[in-house]
């Protein structure tokens, strides 16, 4: 995962963005997987698709913040 996700990151980044997500227990069932997975993605792609992730945000309309 971390080799596909993270190519490019230092491996010090590597080493510390895998103990800060770590992987689901092995007792987990596949929806919890999916969610994993998905989380591990998104936060990988701040770190290696920057200019990405930051042309999507450029282009999202403003939203107002609401307190509920």
């Given at each position: 995962?971390?080799?596909?996700?993270?190519?490019?990151?230092?491996?010090?980044?590597?080493?510390?963005?895998?103990?800060?997500?770590?992987?689901?227990?092995?007792?987990?069932?596949?929806?919890?997987?999916?969610?994993?997975?998905?989380?591990?993605?998104?936060?990988?792609?701040?770190?290696?698709?920057?200019?990405?992730?930051?042309?999507?945000l450029?282009?999202?309309?403003?939203?107002?913040?609401?307190?509920?």
């Amino acid at each position: 995962m971390a080799g596909q996700y993270l190519k490019g990151a230092s491996p010090v980044v590597t080493d510390d963005f895998l103990w800060a997500v770590p992987p689901p227990g092995p007792a987990e069932n596949d929806e919890q997987d999916l969610v994993w997975l998905s989380k591990f993605m998104g936060l990988a792609a701040l770190l290696t698709r920057c200019d990405e992730v930051q042309k999507v945000l450029d282009e999202s309309p403003w939203q107002a913040v609401q307190s509920v």
